[in-house]
């Protein structure tokens, strides 16, 4: 299960007691995997301002949440040919994120525990709206690029009325820098084969006899050349139309089909400097050879990894470069705000001076309602009332208003990695 209970309850001298408490009655059962979520002592600072800290952190932490969700995103639509390997991906700190969060440590280069909870809650709203700035550019640049290369792409796969032409046709099948002939392409249906070659001819004055050759075909029909003198060329296009022959608008253009060759190449080949699939074959010992030059961008890095039982290309582009990058620093910076709030929340909750354990539990699946029965009874002393009204949803308490957020006897905030989850 991807979903982690972040708690904390106040402990006796050296917070063992509220730990092995819940550590016992929790595995005993097999109904959660446990361990030590490790808090430094930070500054507490007044009372009034941990009370507005508190609302901010709980803002900071949605909005931190909802970048590392956009960053996993757009890491499962950039890495499009190997969805399976997204998960592979998202890392903290170079190790997967179940890892870095049973064996959390604070950052103290980034976040010294010397400055007020203010300063280092400021310092993380920063990077983390930094980090979105950030990726609405880079997203912004790929999703043109994307979309330009698909509008091009669609022309190619279209059919013979709609489809670009400039892979169809070729020099040699057109009647060039005449001032009195032109050559026209016809889209004739595939039933109308034999009529064509029978009445083309005759479809107006000053048609070239033999000059129709199909050049391309498709489910639906063929595109047949057809060569005739200029002036005559509304008058065959209209007697044509009234045949069921579609005459295309396409006049042979050396550069214009170059042109539109070259960047349908180049939004290719910029779409995979940005990302091209990394995956690694599965074999013996791995030697890394660069390709030659030439062979592919040289803007991004190319190896080719020769094993006893594998040969394949590995790149990564820049994009997903910095998605990886930076999905990391949100992510730790997402788990600092949930220590903070850990943090702020005991405070208020259980008084000075500063002594609770935090505690990441890792739910079992099937007994997600029975854990969180255990804990209210194991915690049920840190708030009596709040205790009995959940044990008792039907209860009417007087005086106890419990907002729609969730309340617990003890400090507890969720970690959903589901949300992660780009397959």
Not at 117 to 141: P, Y
Not at 255 to 261: G, Q, T, V
Not at 324 to 334: I, L, P, Y
Request: with cysteine; hydrophobic share 40%.
């Amino acid at each position: 299960m991807s979903e982690f209970w972040l708690i904390s309850a106040p402990g006796d001298k050296t917070n063992l007691q509220a730990w092995e408490r819940m550590n016992t009655v929790t595995s005993k059962s097999n109904l959660s995997s446990n361990s030590k979520f490790h808090i430094p002592d930070l500054k507490v600072g007044t009372l009034d301002a941990l009370v507005g800290l508190s609302d901010e952190l709980g803002k900071l932490d949605t909005f931190a949440e909802s970048v590392i969700k956009k960053i996993a995103q757009y890491i499962g639509e950039v890495m499009e040919d190997s969805k399976d390997k997204v998960q592979e991906n998202l890392l903290a700190n170079g190790v997967d994120l179940i890892s870095y969060l049973t064996r959390f440590e604070w950052d103290m280069a980034k976040y010294p525990i010397k400055q007020p909870l203010k300063n280092i809650s400021e310092a993380l709203a920063k990077q983390v709206t930094q980090i979105e700035t950030d990726l609405k550019t880079r997203s912004s640049a790929y999703n043109n690029i994307k979309g330009n290369l698909q509008s091009l792409e669609k022309k190619t796969m279209g059919n013979l009325l709609t489809r670009t032409l400039a892979d169809i046709v070729h020099k040699e099948d057109f009647v060039l820098n005449s001032e009195y002939l032109i050559t026209l392409l016809v889209v004739v249906p595939k039933s109308s084969y034999v009529q064509w070659q029978k009445t083309y001819e005759s479809l107006s004055e000053m048609v070239v006899p033999r000059s129709t050759k199909m050049i391309a075909e498709d489910a639906e029909g063929g595109l047949f050349t057809v060569t005739l003198f200029r002036k005559v060329m509304d008058d065959f296009k209209a007697k044509a139309r009234e045949n069921r022959f579609i005459v295309r608008e396409f006049y042979y253009d050396e550069k214009e089909l170059k042109c539109e060759k070259e960047e349908l190449m180049k939004l290719a080949s910029d779409k995979k400097q940005q990302y091209v699939s990394s995956t690694l074959g599965v074999g013996g010992p791995h030697s890394w050879q660069p390709l030659l030059p030439g062979c592919l961008s040289t803007s991004f890095r190319n190896y080719f990894i020769q094993g006893d039982h594998s040969t394949v290309l590995v790149s990564q582009g820049p994009l997903l470069r910095w998605l990886k990058v930076n999905f990391s620093e949100a992510f730790v910076a997402w788990i600092h705000v949930k220590a903070l709030r850990v943090f702020v929340e005991s405070v208020l909750r259980y008084g000075l001076p500063v002594n609770f354990q935090a505690m990441l539990l890792q739910p079992n699946r099937k007994s997600v309602k029975r854990l969180r029965d255990v804990l209210n009874v194991v915690f049920k002393h840190l708030d009596e009332v709040a205790a009995a009204s959940i044990m008792d949803p039907g209860m009417d308490i007087p005086g106890l208003q419990l907002s729609n957020q969730e309340y617990y006897p003890y400090v507890y905030f969720k970690i959903d990695l589901s949300l992660l989850d780009c397959s």
